[in-house]
Structure formats: C-alpha cells, structure tokens
C-alpha cells in the first residue's frame, strides 16, 4: 500500500496547498474523498469489488454535502450536477470507458437492482404515485440497455 499512498501525495500536497483558501466542509470532504480512492486504488487488484465500493464512497465523499432537512430532490440534483461537471470536464468520456472497462459487472448488477431505485421506495413508503414502479423500472432498464447498446448517448 505504501506504492499506492505515493501516488496520491500530489493531491494530498495539493490539498494542504490549498487549504486555508477552502471552506472547513469542502476541506474535509476533500481529504475524506483522498483517503478513499487511495485505499480504492490499493485494492484494485486484490479485491476489485472492495475497490469499486471503495471509489464509490471516494466519489460521495467529494460531493457529498449537508442537506438539512429534505435530502431527497436535492441530493438528487447536487448528484447530477456533481455528474455535469465531471462530464463537461472529461471530453473524451474517459471516466465513463473506465467505469464501463473496469466494473461493467457490478454496474450492471447495480443498475438491476430494484432496492437503488427511487419509485420502488417511494410506492413501498405510500405513495400511490408510484404503485406502477415496476413498470418504470423495466423501462428504465430498456432505457439504460439502449444506451449500453451504443444507441443512445451514456450519461449519468
């Protein structure tokens, strides 16, 4: 693990650099977030799915604020504008190849998994809007299989 700590001393050395002119929250999401990938990155050959889950917090962990009360629709929003920026910052989609190279499985089995979708819960917690979530479901994963298929853009 000491090979793989090296590789992040430029963003920890970044980080302390940058330090005093970054909130307290921004400043420790940033070094939670570091901390995280790192452990990912030691991890990607030994146990490749302990990484992913490890990357997946590493992600949270930088874009992850405090909501209040209400997390809902706004975590939803900050996620996807969290998902904008990376994409406006990343022209040549070389997050999105490496997320599909590396975890196309998990990614896969995440995105089949009833229990991530929002509809499921919101039925199962009583509201009636969504009593068809099994259908929006289906079509969701339609949807995603298009753009799997290379028919429709990948977003995220």
């Not at 090296?6 to 970044?14: S, W």
């Not at 009360?69 to 920026?85: E, I, L």
Request: some cysteine; proline content about 4%; glycine content about 4%.
């Amino acid at each position: 693990m000491a090979d793989v700590s090296n590789e992040f001393d430029y963003l920890r050395d970044k980080h302390r650099q940058l330090r005093e002119q970054n909130s307290p929250e921004l400043n420790l999401r940033t070094h939670r977030s570091i901390s995280w990938i790192a452990r990912a990155a030691a991890l990607i050959d030994d146990d490749p799915d302990a990484a992913f889950i490890f990357s997946w917090i590493a992600f949270n962990a930088a874009y992850a604020k405090d909501m209040g009360d209400d997390p809902g629709s706004f975590a939803r929003a900050d996620f996807q504008n969290f998902f904008d920026a990376l994409v406006r910052c990343d022209p040549r989609s070389r997050i999105a190849h490496e997320i599909w190279h590396h975890f196309e499985g998990v990614v896969a089995e995440l995105l089949d998994n009833k229990y991530i979708f929002s509809p499921f819960w919101k039925f199962h917690n009583g509201d009636a809007q969504y009593d068809n979530w099994q259908v929006r479901f289906e079509n969701a994963k339609k949807a995603r299989n298009m753009r799997l298929k290379g028919k429709k853009p990948l977003s995220f």
